[in-house]
């Protein structure tokens, strides 16, 4: 799992997906969840990777 960082293009709200990457692969580009438009960017690349430690 990994956190992504989004800002939508539309109304300027930055958000955090938390998903998996292979999700991540298929949505690239979630909607925005304060106005629902899908104009969304990544703002960076994944900053919290979360591993399975053994
Ligand atoms: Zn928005």
Same mark, same amino acid.
């Given at each position: 799992m990994a956190t992504y960082d989004? =800002?939508? *293009? =539309?109304?300027?709200? /930055?958000?955090e997906?938390? /998903?998996?990457?292979?999700e991540h692969e298929r949505e690239? *580009?979630?909607?925005?969840? =304060?106005?629902q438009? =899908?104009? /969304?960017?990544?703002l960076v690349e994944p900053v919290n990777v979360i591993t399975s430690r053994k």
């Amino acid at each position: 799992m990994a956190t992504y960082d989004y =800002k939508c *293009r =539309k109304c300027g709200h /930055t958000f955090e997906v938390i /998903t998996s990457l292979s999700e991540h692969e298929r949505e690239p *580009r979630p909607a925005c969840p =304060k106005c629902q438009s =899908k104009e /969304t960017e990544q703002l960076v690349e994944p900053v919290n990777v979360i591993t399975s430690r053994k």
